[in-house]
């Protein structure tokens, strides 16, 4: 029997209406939803497994955002003509996704969850990413999945100065600020974007909107799980809880885990202390439960008291940080730790530089490449190609690890797409010839990898010649809240990471904020805070900027004499068929004789032209020889030109590009000469004066004799008036 459909419609301004329904598709998962705006339309589906798997100790939550091809009416351009893995841009979005829904689980809940939502239907003006998060949620809300609270996620961008909730594709293209945020009806819980420098205040009330336009679409989910009947969420199995064993743990190893936390110890001496100080528990306990010599504890005891064990690290921690105001390496709340730069430090990539900010490193490498080396980045709604790209790497080693080598995970796509905003917004604009890579690989981590290689690229940026006008820096803060107190954190390690309220970075120049990625695991973040956050990420920003400066001040003046060289030109449209050639002869044979490579397309109504060479001077020859064949000949100008053949009457000679013109026996030298022979011959290079054109055929006239000193005596010819 067919059920009937539950819908929700509501306005989002503009005259623009999403329209939420539930009850039509995927009725077996436990939620299943649509999402509606114009002709976009995205399907979400929650499913929870009734019990978590045997010994399962961490929330295993997948969520997956896909876009069919068919929905924009296209078929992939793969082999094999199907949608395969996941796209970087499809991961940037399922990341959103998760992000926002992974607080809202409760603490003891290990069931596996996969949310699953996928584009079925495009809207060429529609952004579906900005969607995506209020279908996942709505798929949850109309569940019995124990999720604590719904959410939204908006996109808010300032275009023309104005702030607009969820814009049209089109009018995204001239906005200055571009922000994904979600929330609660009550609490911010991520934000993630770009801006084009805007102050600390401008993203206050960007968040501030997002958060009104929000409430709305928490408010529409909640009535559309009334209608559906959804009033109790289901029972799960929580874990086994032993309280006497929590007391022993604690007092035997909350002054030790005290005294090391204090130690102002690095990252692996400290974690080596903390399993010394576990060992001994595990003996403590052995004698506390008198387990016979030779035996070990049962095996539930000892997970249980492994898991108190590393509970108490997190709490003794966070205390210490509020009441003693001291971190874990002994810095205070705002001190970064210590810096070390340089740049050119590799004789063949274009250009390099490395960071390094306490126990975190980035190398990082710049090449230069031509049009061909454009990235593709494709969606369902469009294909686009990128000439900035930036690649993060992040190798075991960097922790001290082994792990398999497997390719980027998502956490390498975040960072890395993270670090790609934030520099685009001073890279140069679409005139600029090269297609710019950028590479981090992090060879040691302790702490906000993604922040390092911001820092790194734009110092490799500026060592490669790449004409950017200022330094991008990163900085990661931190939050600590208990009972009304609370501790903002400057440059956080990857301990603080773990064990505080909010992982907040903030990208920026001087003059204003370029990228933000934060999330916050914590309830009631009031704006107050936000904003000494922000302050506070300022002054450590700066601080960063300040020892970039003074390594590196100013980008080169130009590309290093390995690179490749490249310019840019724009001709009129109507020149390119005479660049190109009869079936490419023109553009062949310039490339032939200055060793160069060209590449010409019509955009806007425009011929651009790049032109690609290992050396310089290859470079500078097809350059002039593009320029010859565009010019338009001036009556006046002198031209060098070439001697093509030798006639009875005077010689024809090439002096621009394609265009020859008749050098007049009369007008070769003062002398009146009879015969060419012995003055001019094929391939001679003279100066030339264009005196005019014929009138009736067009022709262009040339004189040689108008440029040499008139002998004394000789009357002054008719064309010397304008010489």
Not at 271 to 289: R, S, V
Not at 608 to 626: L, R
Request: hydrophobic share 40%; proline share 5%.
């Amino acid at each position: 029997m067919l059920l009937q459909p539950i819908s929700k419609t509501f306005d989002i301004g503009g005259g623009r209406t999403v329209t939420i329904e539930t009850g039509k598709l995927a009725r077996q998962a436990d939620g299943a939803v649509t999402v509606r705006q114009g002709n976009c339309i995205i399907l979400a589906t929650a499913v929870a497994n009734k019990e978590p798997k045997e010994g399962q100790s961490f929330f295993p939550l997948t969520v997956d955002y896909q876009e069919k091809f068919a929905s924009a009416g296209r078929i992939p351009g793969s082999f094999f003509k199907r949608e395969g893995r996941l796209s970087d841009y499809e991961v940037l979005i399922s990341r959103l996704i998760d992000r926002a829904l992974r607080p809202l689980f409760p603490e003891d809940y290990f069931c596996d969850v996969q949310v699953l939502v996928t584009l079925v239907s495009s809207d060429p003006e529609v952004m579906p990413d900005a969607l995506a998060c209020l279908a996942a949620s709505a798929a949850l809300a109309v569940s019995d999945i124990p999720v604590q609270e719904i959410i939204s996620e908006v996109r808010v961008a300032r275009i023309n100065g104005e702030y607009v909730v969820n814009p049209y594709r089109s009018q995204l293209a001239t906005a200055d600020m571009d922000f994904i945020i979600a929330a609660t009806d009550k609490n911010i819980m991520m934000v993630e974007g770009e801006s084009k420098e805007c102050s600390e205040e401008d993203l206050i009330k960007a968040i501030e909107i997002a958060h009104d336009a929000i409430r709305i679409q928490v408010k529409a989910q909640e009535e559309l799980r009334a209608a559906k009947g959804i009033t109790t969420k289901r029972e799960y199995t929580k874990p086994a809880q032993d309280e006497e064993l929590r007391g022993k743990v604690n007092e035997f190893a909350t002054s030790k885990v005290y005294e090391v936390a204090k130690s102002k110890s690095s990252k692996h001496e400290r974690g080596d202390k903390f399993d010394e100080i576990q060992e001994e528990l595990l003996a403590h306990l052995k004698t506390a439960y008198n387990v016979a010599e030779g035996e070990d504890l049962d095996d539930k005891v000892k997970k249980l008291a492994k898991n108190y064990y590393h509970d108490l690290q997190y709490h003794v921690v966070r205390d210490m940080i509020l009441n003693d105001r001291v971190r874990l390496d002994g810095r205070g709340l705002e001190d970064v730790r210590p810096l070390a730069m340089e740049t050119d430090l590799l004789p063949t990539p274009h250009g390099s530089a490395l960071f390094t900010r306490g126990e975190t490193q980035s190398l990082t490498t710049v090449t230069l490449g031509t049009p061909l080396d454009e990235l593709l980045v494709e969606s369902a709604a469009n294909s686009e190609y990128s000439k900035f790209i930036l690649h993060y790497n992040f190798p075991p080693f960097s922790t001290g690890e082994i792990k398999p080598m497997r390719g980027p995970g998502r956490r390498e796509v975040g960072h890395g797409n993270l670090a790609m905003r934030s520099l685009k917004q001073m890279m140069p604009g679409s005139d600029y010839a090269y297609t710019v890579r950028v590479v981090s690989d992090i060879l040691e981590s302790n702490g906000s990898s993604s922040m390092a290689t911001v820092c790194a690229g734009s110092l490799a940026l500026m060592d490669a010649g790449v004409p950017v006008p200022k330094h991008v820096s990163g900085v990661a803060m931190g939050l600590i809240t208990k009972e009304g107190k609370f501790a903002v954190l400057t440059d956080i390690l990857g301990d603080e990471d773990h064990l505080g309220d909010m992982d907040f970075k903030v990208t920026g120049t001087r003059d204003g904020i370029c990228g933000v990625q934060m999330d916050i695991k914590v309830d009631g973040l009031s704006m107050d805070i936000m904003r000494q956050a922000l302050a506070q990420a300022n002054r450590g920003r700066m601080h960063i900027l300040k020892a970039m400066y003074e390594a590196v001040p100013a980008a080169r003046a130009d590309v290093k004499p390995h690179a490749p060289r490249m310019v840019k030109l724009f001709i009129d449209k109507e020149f390119i068929g005479a660049v190109i050639g009869p079936g490419g002869k023109v553009i062949q044979e310039i490339q032939r004789e200055t060793g160069s490579t060209i590449n010409l397309e019509e955009k806007n109504n425009m011929g651009e032209v790049s032109i690609f060479g290992t050396k310089k001077e290859s470079v500078d020859k097809a350059v002039s020889w593009i320029k010859g064949i565009v010019a338009v000949p001036e009556v006046g100008e002198v031209y060098e030109s070439t001697v093509k053949s030798i006639m009875p009457y005077g010689a024809f000679v090439e002096f621009l590009p394609g265009k020859q013109g008749l050098l007049h026996i009369s007008e070769v030298s003062w002398k009146r000469l009879e015969t060419l022979e012995g003055v001019l011959k094929e391939g001679d290079v003279v100066k030339v004066k264009l005196t005019g054109t014929d009138p009736k055929t067009g022709k262009f006239k040339l004189s040689r004799k108008i440029l040499l000193p008139k002998p004394e005596g000789m009357p002054k010819p008719q064309g010397d008036q304008q010489a």
